[in-house]
């Protein structure tokens, strides 16, 4: 076996493997969503399908995959379907530029624990979330229904507000680390996380996906009260799963994304590296299913004043300070 | 990463095919969504297209050691320009393409007139190319903005500018009359 073959199976493999953990994770943190919000609203929660209802997702794939697939008269028939594709794809792509552990030796040579550390990984990641609008935005036009349409046009003008503050929230983590590339980035916090140095950027960077991933509070998109589900209520099946699947892979990715940008990514005492990486996005995720549990929905005027005249001015003052203080030091 | 680290650089002949079965794949997406784009009476179905041609491209600058460009297209043109043109047409409600009458050569012919000057000027450079012009050679992020913020500095703080002055200009026009009114 020549040498391009066995990177070009390593790699495959790698693939294979991110695949895979990143969806059997979305799956169960939709059952730990479950689990969690019952018990902070005193109720039981999912707990008959397997042991504590750990068997649950499985019975949710089942059941989306053999539901009837509903298409209404007058959707438009190519972008209805493909717009949970796009939600989903872009949301998964993301994560072949996060690093999940150190360099790993195998077979003789180094492997890196990252699908493609490209150099403008960052900047990757903004163009992937600049694309995942547009599932919102045709699966609510394509849907030839009011609410549809109001849910992603909402989800549109959330989506492309808070994307300007989360990109500037990551300039002083560039200017610290002085690349675009996430392993470096992640490298750079080696000995101390930047979330020491850039508390706030960290707390913009925070509320900001909390709004890319329409989260609660900022569930406008899906607002269940006035909105039916948003741009997905006229989806049914896996095609509504995959607008599911894809927003639970989206705070994954996203947790991994501010695991890696603020809180030194796989670096951390003790145990081994990816270890530590799971541990984080954990934490993220356990951080945005209590914040749902305990937070009411903003109002539609709040989140627009809020990303545009609070979050945006604070990121563009704090990367000035970054600035200065990086010259005097 | 561009050139691809360790033992691909022992296969220069086998990569050189692959980028180029790659590029001509992408050269044709892009042309067949572009045309499709143009010709799409449909608006949101025309976005969709030219979102499809702008990724295509964008895939284009990266195999030409672009990375920068490439993601700055997504970014830009896909990312932040067609969702503002897919949120007007959404907004204004647009997209009823039986409403929409077929231009005719009045219409036309500016965009007739651009082409054959745009066409003339490919023929004259092809025609005047001497061997294959020099490819492959990744810029990196650095020396990319070294290169926009010193040497051409002066142009990018004018551009800027006229950016800033749009950007006033439109929210002076966009201004509510009524002074008592909130906006």
New interface residues.
Partial sequence: MS??TL?IILLLAKIALVFFVILTMAAYLVLAERRILAWIQDRKGPNRVGPQGLLQPLADVIKMLTKEDVRPAGA?KW?FYLAPAMAAIPAILTFAVIPFGAPVILFGRELPLVI?????GL??F???S??A??GV??GG?ASNSKYA?LG??RG??QL?SYELSMGLSLVPAVMLSR??RLSDIVNAQAHVPFIVYQPLAFIIFLISIAAECKRIPFDLPEAEGELVAGFHTEYSGMRFGLFFVGEYINVIVLGGLAASFFLGGWHGPWLPAPVWFIVKVLAFAVFFIWMRGTLPRLRYDQLMHFGWKVLTPLALINILVTGWWLMLR | ??PPK???M??PLQRKIMEQIIFYILAAATVIATVFSITERHA??AI?YL?TSFFALAVIFYLLGA??V???E??IY???IM??F??VI??LDL?HPEKVGTPGIRDWWPALVLAGVVFAAIVTIVAAATGSPAAGQAI??REFALVLFQRYGVAIEIISMQLLFALVGALYLGRRQGKGEKP
């Fill in positions: 040498n391009a990177d438009d972008l493609s550390d490209l150099n403008v900047l990757f903004m163009a992937l600049s694309i609008v547009y935005a045709i036009w349409l992603s046009i549109l003008a492309i690349s675009f | 990463m561009w360790g033992n691909h022992g296969l949101v179905h969709v979102v990375p920068l490439a993601v700055f997504v970014i896909a990312g932040a969702v503002l897919m949120f959404m907004m997209g990196g992020v």
